[in-house]
């Protein structure tokens, strides 16, 4: 798929000119998640802006965003605006007073931020935990619930087990001597089918794929292609073959590495025969077949449906579909094509009747939940297979919603969870759907959902956090004015820790975090890492910088060919603004550091790329046009490629800086971060590198995840000259006594 219309989102962080704004005493707030809100008077002020138009600040009417207080229950918030008024000139806030302001709060002892103790250690936030690692699947025959499970004791590898609706029993299929994931493309997804107690996986260890009988049978090996990757798997009974997405390794010449070619192909499920179908493009994704297995619809360039003419794959195409980006095509039990696009602004779902009439089924401001492109196999809707059924259950915005498909109505399902991922699968009688959910304050697991009442069990997934909520921060969506007179959202964490109050008149210090791409948002779920930070007194920006998704095409594509550009100066607060990213983002995290007179006044880099050149010349093939959008062409550029790389213009960099690299990283070389470091460390500056032995592009040891987060806490609080109440660190930080000296 051309690079262009997936719209992959990535790197630039355009927030600066006001992060000042969140360190005020009333900070730009939108309705936080678990937090009850108290008031004086009988008037109501839950969900009120209060705007001053002097200032400039424009928030606009978000997207209802639902959230758990664990006293009073759900409830739902829509952000309002009001103009200001006599009594509240000046403010930009919303609902009550700070959270540390709370009854709650009131017989905590003070002390200054970051000094905190907290019971969220690095111990608890890196405790291995099984993970769901791919969307729920219904086997269409014996109506078991199939997904993949990250298993933390088998050295995290994937697992597939199957739940059945009527015992509710839960049981194992792969044992750990397999790793059910597919490397394809360099990211998993769209590893595994079921059919009729058959199951059908790509084995990470040696990408083939495999056909297991039965949860206690052994796995065949079913293909033989060294040379080949197999994802986004499906399977269609009529023609007893699997169909999916493949990468081959082109012929190596002159002594250079091949690169990948990718295709549409099938393989017989008996006897393992393989064909390519379509070939071969820069990237293809989601082949799924019709009820009746006649057609194949995918996504190239632009979508084509294809009609399957005999066993030996064969295809004729019978139509062809351009609405801007499109994605996730299915097929309904009467073989009704339904998909997503984007041609109103955002990406609503579409059905094609069978007289080929489109019929927008989401038309709101909102986006269909869209999951990472990169990784194969999501699917954000499911059409239910009752038979007359006409209804649909689709993951918009933070709400899991019902649409009739005949009048056209929605309706959101009250589960009591406030995000949704990875996919949605109905139950074979229909009644039920099963996805991942979670929320600020519990971890995400696989859940089965009456569509009728909303009554929600867990079928699997992580165990409840056992921490005192007093010591959980809740996000915040917020709005705020950036550059060349734009906006751009983040989650806002204040620090919360119910046995500690800041000293009146003082203000937390800001980390920055910058999500990863290419394509990402944000997420408002429970994570550790950021407890880790908020129990000790730091407040924490999530950003959703412009590109990411979820805010509709204009946002998602403001991007394009403006990656990394300049900020504004002297609007944030000069002592304790930090930032941090890992891999693309700490690109992010590196250009914000090296634009002149950052704002920024520390940072942290883990497995960061320092030379955008690299992304153009050293990433799958996949990637590489997106690439260019966002940049431009390397040849025809080289400009951009200078300006825009911070190892280029370190010298700019005037901050202490830490960089976190694994020995065997094939993506980012550790030489990338080691370069980047012996220049800062040449300036005086203080810096650390500190290089993991074994890990690679992401780094999975507990032992090195707990280091690395002590190391940063450590590393700010040195730089920030406060002392941590339960934190200390081994990191070897250069310059800093001589730095200090000099401050």
């Known amino acids: 798929m051309r690079m262009s219309e997936v719209h992959f989102l990535l790197l630039l962080l355009c927030l600066l000119p006001s992060v000042e704004s969140l360190l005020h005493d009333n900070p730009p707030l939108a309705p936080a998640v678990g937090e009850h809100y108290h008031q004086d008077d009988n008037t109501s002020t839950e969900g009120v802006v209060v705007l001053n138009l002097d200032q400039q600040m424009f928030i606009p009417t978000l997207p209802p965003i639902e959230r758990v207080d664990p006293v009073i229950g759900l409830g739902r918030y829509d952000l309002k605006i009001h103009s200001t008024t006599e009594d509240s000139p000046g403010i930009l806030t919303i609902g009550t007073e700070s959270p540390w302001e709370d009854e709650e709060f009131k017989s905590s002892q003070e002390a200054a931020y970051g000094t905190w103790r907290s019971p969220i250690t690095s111990d608890v936030v890196v405790t291995p935990t099984n993970v769901i690692a791919e969307p729920p699947q219904v086997d269409p025959v014996t109506g078991y619930v199939f997904w993949c499970e990250q298993i933390s004791k088998d050295g995290y590898r994937n697992a597939v087990f199957h739940y059945n609706p009527e015992t509710r029993e839960t049981v194992r299929w792969t044992g750990r001597e397999y790793d059910v994931r597919t490397k394809l493309q360099e990211h998993a997804g769209g590893s595994f089918t079921i059919y009729n107690n058959s199951l059908f996986f790509s084995h990470g260890d040696d990408g083939a794929i495999y056909r297991q009988d039965g949860p206690t049978a052994t796995p065949v090996k079913l293909t033989n292609s060294p040379s080949r990757k197999y994802g986004d798997v499906v399977y269609t009974p009529q023609w007893n073959s699997l169909f999916f997405v493949m990468e081959e390794m082109e012929s190596v010449e002159e002594g250079k590495p091949g690169r990948p070619k990718y295709s549409i192909a099938m393989v017989d499920a008996s006897t393992g025969t393989e064909e390519v179908l379509v070939g071969y493009a820069n990237n293809f994704a989601t082949p799924r077949i019709s009820q009746d297995g006649n057609f194949l619809p995918w996504d190239e360039t632009k979508m084509f449906v294809a009609e399957i003419k005999n066993k030996n794959g064969k295809l004729a195409i019978i139509r062809f579909f351009q609405h801007g980006s499109m994605m996730m095509p299915s097929f309904d039990q009467n073989n009704e094509l339904f998909y997503v696009h984007d041609s109103t602004g955002w990406w609503n779902l579409y059905r094609v009747t069978r007289r080929g009439f489109e019929i927008n089924l989401t038309p709101e401001s909102r986006e269909i939940r869209l999951f990472t492109f990169c990784r194969l196999g999501r699917q954000a809707y499911a059409v239910n297979p009752r038979i007359g059924s006409n209804e649909a259950v689709v993951i918009c915005g933070h709400d899991l919603t019902v649409v009739d498909l005949m009048k056209e109505k929605r309706r959101v399902i009250k589960t009591g969870y406030t995000s949704y991922s990875l996919g949605v699968a109905y139950s074979r009688d229909g009644t039920k759907v099963y996805v991942v959910a979670g929320d600020g304050l519990r971890n995400p697991r696989l859940v089965e959902v009456e569509v009728k009442t909303g009554v929600t069990r867990v079928v699997s997934g992580a165990a409840d956090l056992q921490v005192d909520v007093g010591y959980l921060s809740t996000a915040r969506l917020i709005q705020f004015p950036t550059t060349q007179g734009d906006f751009a959202y983040g989650y806002l964490y204040m620090p919360k820790n119910k046995d500690y109050q800041a000293p009146a008149g003082t203000k937390p210090p800001l980390l920055v975090k910058v999500h990863e791409g290419p394509t990402g948002a944000a997420s408002a779920i429970l994570n550790l890492g950021y407890q880790f930070f908020t129990s000790r007194g730091f ?169 690395a987060l002590e190391a940063e806490f450590f590393f700010f609080a040195q730089v920030f000259n406060f002392t941590p109440a339960d934190i200390t660190s081994d990191v070897v930080i250069d310059n800093l006594e001589t730095w200090k000296s000099t401050q």
């Open 539 to 707: 407040a924490i920006l999530d950003v959703d910088y412009r590109g990411s998704t979820g805010y509709g095409k204009i946002y998602r594509n403001k991007l394009n060919e403006m990656f990394v550009m300049g900020f504004q100066e002297n609007l944030v607060d000069p002592d304790k603004l930090c930032i941090d990213g890992s891999s693309t983002s700490a690109y992010t995290t590196l250009s914000a550091l090296t634009i002149a007179e950052s704002v920024f006044k520390a940072g942290a880099s883990y497995y960061g790329v320092s030379d955008p050149l690299m992304l153009a010349t050293n990433i799958p093939k996949f990637k590489k046009n997106y690439v260019e959008t966002l940049i431009g062409n390397p040849d025809k550029h080289k400009d951009r490629y200078v300006t825009r790389s911070p190892l280029k213009n370190y010298e700019r960099l005037e901050v202490p800086t830490l960089f976190f690299h694994g020995t065997e990283d094939k993506i980012v070389p550790a030489s990338q971060a080691r370069n980047m470091y012996e220049l800062v460390r040449s300036k005086g500056l203080p810096a650390a590198f500190v290089l993991f032995q074994g890990e690679g592009h992401g780094f999975t040891n507990p032992e090195n995840l707990k280091r």
